[in-house]
């Protein structure tokens, strides 16, 4: 499904600079958009295939920046079972974190570099989130923002407040029941936004 997704995105980039192109041309040329969904996850693993291009590293799970290896940029459980995912990698927001957590010995690691030392971060910092629950870190979080959210359910999300007011997500009446619509994250300032409209029916547009 990423993939799918991640072509779709790039597909849409490729006709805008495509049409913009064509702007440009006096001749006003069209243009072919060729998209493969395997060449963009190469692009999507672009930390990793970086890394693997400059020293020849082959990333290991658990040991890489984007895995799971780096104590500033993963997911760790809180006390009722939940979980915190964290990403202060900014050094100011890393600062405001070990604040947050009260663990002032990760202040002495050079947190960004490679090496067993991550795993002892990783450690403290578990150590430290198991002593509240997800509610109660998403509290202190609020008051002092280092990148670092409770990992959200699906409940959560489609009444998060932040997407319905933004109209991410919309409460429509669908038949006789009130359903979550997920909508489209590209707003228009002169546009009024469509959130549900029904579905023409399978095979109506298909051309004979």
Not at 77 to 83: A, I, L, N, V
Not at 101 to 116: C, F, V, W
Request: with cysteine; charged share 25%.
């Amino acid at each position: 499904l990423g993939a799918d997704i991640s072509a779709a995105s790039f597909a849409f980039s490729g006709i805008l600079a495509a049409l913009y192109r064509r702007l440009q041309d006096p001749e006003k040329r069209g243009e072919k958009v060729n998209i493969a969904m395997a060449d963009t996850m190469v692009l999507k693993n672009m930390i990793s295939l970086s890394r693997y291009c400059i020293d020849k590293i082959q990333p290991q799970h658990g040991q890489d920046f984007s895995n799971g290896g780096f104590a500033c940029y993963n997911v760790y459980e809180t006390k009722d079972g939940r979980h915190i995912a964290a990403g202060p990698i900014d050094k100011k927001f890393w600062l405001i974190f070990c604040t947050v957590i009260k663990a002032p010995d990760l202040l002495t690691y050079d947190y960004l570099a490679p090496g067993t030392k991550q795993q002892e971060m990783i450690t403290i910092i578990q150590n430290a989130i198991k002593r509240k629950t997800a509610l109660e870190w998403q509290a202190e979080f609020d008051k002092s923002p280092c990148c670092c959210n409770i990992v959200q359910n699906l409940e959560e999300i489609t009444n998060d407040q932040d997407y319905l007011e933004r109209r991410v997500i919309t409460k429509e009446n669908v038949g006789d029941k009130e359903l979550p619509i997920i909508n489209t994250p590209i707003h228009m300032v002169n546009t009024e936004q469509v959130s549900y409209c029904e579905a023409e029916g399978i095979g109506s547009s298909t051309i004979d």
